[in-house]
């Protein structure tokens, strides 16, 4: 097959590379060129995508000889994946990012380039598998990013390879090392990549300005203390609330809503965080359809933990999903993905994205 491996520069993806040209595939290299200020998006292992990860990448595809470029698809992440996640803070929604981009990005422009130049699939360094065209959690369960792709169609899911996903990360970090690729011991990449501060409610600040509101106790609607935007806080958030009077049982508070329109965030106890229903819109099928008019699954709402067993009931709309036991800091914006009920729960079913708990 001719593979378009997707090399962020990273460790991960090089390996991978590596592993589709061991299995006798013309694998090409591509850099995703995401952020319009390159300069300014690598701190350590904070960040990607930046011109020293452009050059790793380029260095990691002369080892392994294959062909390498670099594609400009900064307007394009900026528009599908930077705006988006700041319109849906400004909503008073909790967006993931890399699944956007998993959608937007790498799987849907960047997979129509691919498709559109004679190429047969898009090889990335996900840790999942793919098994029988199925989409499986990956052995390394620390690494396991099958939520965060479980928002992929199944003609995307034809169209991807993941050649690390039956392997630990330590080995995979000792392979590279054989390899004599130099970014063997090159740090993980954590939190959001165009915030390489790691400050969010800075950078949502600025490019939404103050937009003052109330934090209010949700029991008797006394207003507790002022803030600037109800971009600053997410469901389940307990620090950073601006509230100095203890609760009056001397428990923390917790974020429990969001009301955009008013800039009312409603705070009070842990306890009122539990959540036994989801409903969600945007459903996405793995297989191209759901299992069936009710089925049982396995929910997760966050990409490590935020699991429990669930029925699930898809409507013409979007996905309602009745969790055995509650979950808690369920967000909308965030995506429910569901897994198979079977021994292992590795199986992705599916995934949409929360609008509403309760």
Not at 61 to 70: E, T
Not at 163 to 176: C, L, N, S
Not at 314 to 321: F, K, N
């Amino acid at each position: 097959m001719r593979v378009l491996a997707a090399m962020s520069g990273g460790v991960d993806s090089a390996v991978a590379a590596a592993r589709a040209v061991d299995a006798g595939h013309d694998v090409v290299g591509v850099h995703l060129a995401l952020s319009q200020t390159p300069d300014a998006l690598r701190s350590g292992s904070r960040g990607c995508c930046s011109r020293e990860d452009a050059g790793d990448a380029r260095r990691a595809a002369d080892v392994l000889g294959i062909p390498f470029y670099v594609w400009d698809f900064a307007a394009r992440f900026t528009e599908d994946v930077v705006d988006d996640f700041v319109a849906a803070y400004a909503a008073g929604q909790t967006p993931n990012p890399c699944l956007r981009c998993n959608e937007k990005i790498k799987f849907s422009a960047l997979l129509e380039k691919a498709l559109a130049l004679g190429f047969d699939a898009v090889c990335t360094g996900h840790y999942a598998q793919l098994v029988g065209g199925e989409l499986r959690r990956a052995v390394d369960a620390d690494k396991d990013q099958s939520y965060v792709l479980a928002v992929l169609t199944a003609h995307q899911l034809a169209h991807a390879m993941f050649p690390i996903g039956d392997t630990p990360k330590p080995d995979v970090r000792a392979e590279a090392a054989e390899r004599g690729l130099r970014v063997a011991e090159k740090p993980d990449s954590h939190d959001i990549c165009f915030i390489p501060s790691g400050d969010t409610r800075t950078f949502l600040g600025s490019r939404l300005g103050v937009r003052p509101g109330a934090v209010v106790d949700a029991d008797t609607g006394a207003e507790l203390a002022r803030h600037d935007g109800v971009h600053g806080f997410t469901v389940g958030q307990r620090k950073g609330l601006g509230v100095d009077a203890p609760a009056a049982d001397g428990r923390p508070r917790y974020v429990l809503g969001i009301e955009p329109a008013t800039g009312t965030v409603r705070v009070g106890p842990a306890a009122a965080l539990d959540v036994r229903t989801i409903e969600a819109g945007r459903p996405v099928w793995s297989a191209g359809s759901a299992p069936g008019p009710r089925f049982d699954c396995v929910a997760q709402v966050r990409a490590h933990g935020g699991i429990a067993p669930a029925v699930a009931e898809p409507a013409p709309d979007g996905l309602r999903v009745e969790l055995a036991e509650p979950l808690r800091g369920v967000a909308p914006g965030q995506a429910v993905a569901l897994y198979r009920p079977d021994a292992d729960g590795d199986v992705v079913l599916g995934s949409a994205t929360i609008t509403a708990a309760a």
